[in-house]
């Protein structure tokens, strides 16, 4: 079946880069995502790659993916306390007409002021 | 409009209320999802709609009753809750195999 796997913590000083690693099992995922949530909030889309992808760049946000290792990354430059979330990794396959999407348990990150 | 919606952004209920949650989205998704999240856990899928009709349904216990009117709309309808079903729900939809938006979801208590 389909496993997700990402670390529990992170911790970083403001201005500094942070890097959120992921695995996953699935050789057939579409879609690889990154969520942020904060506390007592929903999930907020931070950005996603396709499969076919090997890097997407988005202002600080940088997505790098390694197929062959199935290793996924976020990489946030510049961090800021603003930052300070948990970052769900997702894979996700297309079924008939919708998406299955599996969740790592989430990485929380700690920004230092 | 890149936006799911969801009413009410806090329940609490008795074991005996019955109660329904809400989730609307105007983008024109033909998927829709049920997510139940514990504290510090990752979301769990409860159900999927496509194209309004029931495609999945995560051997959800039937006191968890869900229904999409139409395209827009996504109800969760709660009847005899136990305390352990105390979490938050996420809706989200997507475009058959596009990316998922969750709503804000609803923090639901059940005393």
């Known amino acids: 079946g389909e496993d997700v796997e990402q670390s529990l913590f992170l911790s970083v000083r403001e201005g500094d880069s942070s890097v959120i690693n992921c695995t996953y099992t699935?050789?057939?995922?579409?879609?690889l995502y990154w969520y942020k949530q904060e506390p007592g909030a929903g999930l907020q889309l931070l950005t996603y790659i396709f499969s076919n992808m090997d890097m997407k760049q988005d202002q600080r946000l940088t997505v790098l993916l390694n197929k062959k290792d199935k290793h996924l990354s976020l990489r946030i430059a510049d961090t800021q306390t603003g930052d300070s979330a948990i970052y769900f990794c997702?894979?996700?396959?297309?079924?008939?007409?919708?998406?299955?999407?599996?969740f790592g348990i989430g990485t929380k990150l700690q920004v230092i002021p | 409009d890149t936006e799911v919606t969801q009413t009410p952004k806090h329940l609490v209920m008795g074991m005996t209320n019955k109660k329904s949650l809400k989730c609307e989205q105007h983008m024109g998704h033909r998927a829709m999802y049920w997510y139940k999240q514990k504290a510090k856990k990752p979301p769990e899928l409860m159900f999927v709609y496509s194209y309004e009709k029931l495609s999945i349904n995560e051997s959800v216990p039937s006191r968890f009753s869900p229904e999409c009117p139409n395209s827009s709309l996504l109800n969760l309808h709660l009847h005899a809750l136990q305390p352990e079903d105390s979490a938050l729900y996420l809706c989200a939809s997507s475009q058959d195999s596009s990316e998922q938006f969750f709503g804000p979801g609803t923090r639901l208590t059940v005393l």
């Open positions: 699935d050789s057939s995922s579409t879609y």
């Open positions: 997702a894979e996700s396959r297309n079924a008939r007409g919708y998406q299955k999407v599996t």
